[in-house]
């Protein structure tokens, strides 16, 4: 017992005089760069984390200053620190305009902020941050190697929105809310008239037309019934093999049925 209390004690000692620990306390900013230089080259990151926390303050116009930021930047970026990293990504581009480092920072600044963006559902301010940055970054690097990587990033963010978008939309006709459902979903195909979703959403205009024809009253229901079967023609118009063929063509025929006593 005696043998591991001494053994602990000369480890705790060892450790509390490493070259590490006497880097954080010193007030040598050389010192601690040096050291958070070393530790950051062999992926201890979190070490060079703590030691780029504390001199980060007062590097700024140091002869090595860039160096230390960009290492700052990649060291949240590998831990994975998404917020912080696009943060210093940002800060860096923006201080070192002319850097060799400009591109790749620029490009991980948006790539950070795309890591952050939640699911469709909640909120989408990073998503569109990210989305901002990406498209920032294509149209200052065309040429870049990354560019297909932001473009796929980007692809994929917009979908995101979009989705969401769709999404409140449809819900008004899931809820029988079908006067605001065309609303929603024209506003959506007018602002979004490449989306991957607007087969669906045509659809959805047709079964909320549909639906509000049949309920309306003698008075309405002429007029609502034709324009039903307008969505129902931009629908096949779209796409003539539409995976809702069926229930269109339902639709359809129970429009066609009660139009004709309009024909009378």
């Known amino acids: ?12 000692a060892l450790f509390s005089c ?22 950051y080259d062999k992926g201890k990151y979190n070490k060079a984390i703590r030691l780029f926390e504390q001199i980060a303050p007062s590097y ?3 002869p090595q200053a860039e160096k230390m ?21 940002e800060n860096f581009a923006s201080s070192y305009p002319k850097s060799e480092k400009l591109e790749e920072a620029s490009f991980l600044s948006a790539k950070c902020y795309s890591k952050l963006s939640p699911v469709y559902s909640l909120d989408q301010a990073d998503t569109f941050k ?13 040429n870049s190697a990354d560019l297909a990587e932001a473009n796929a990033v980007l692809r994929i963010l917009t979908d995101k929105v979009e989705k969401k978008v769709f999404e409140n939309a449809k819900q008004y006709n899931t809820i029988s809310d079908y006067k605001s459902a065309l609303i929603a979903l024209d506003n959506f195909i007018d602002d979004y008239p490449g989306t991957k979703f607007k087969e669906d ?13 049949i309920n309306s009253v003698s008075s309405k229901m002429q007029e609502r019934l034709q ?16 995976k809702y063929r069926t229930k ?16 009378k």
Not at 1 to 12: D, E, H, N, R
Not at 130 to 142: C, E, S, T, W, Y
Not at 201 to 213: I, N
Not at 227 to 242: P, Q, R, S, W
């Open 1 to 12: 017992m005696k043998k591991i209390l001494v053994l602990w004690l000369v480890t705790v």
């Open 18 to 39: 490493s070259p590490y620990q006497k880097a954080l306390k010193t007030e040598d900013v050389a010192v601690k760069f040096d050291m958070a230089t070393k530790q």
């Open 60 to 62: 700024r116009g140091k």
């Open 69 to 89: 930021f960009y290492l700052f930047s990649q060291a949240y970026y590998k831990t994975e620190q998404y917020y912080l990293a696009g943060y210093q990504f």
């Open 130 to 142: 990210a989305i901002n940055k990406l498209q920032a970054f294509i149209d200052d690097f065309p």
């Open 201 to 213: 959403a045509l659809y959805y205009r047709l079964d909320s037309a549909y639906y509000l024809a």
């Open 227 to 242: 324009n039903a079967k307008t969505a129902y023609t931009v629908l096949l118009k779209f796409n003539e093999n539409t």
């Open 248 to 263: 269109a063509d339902e639709m359809l025929a129970k429009i066609e049925t009660e139009l004709q006593q309009f024909a």
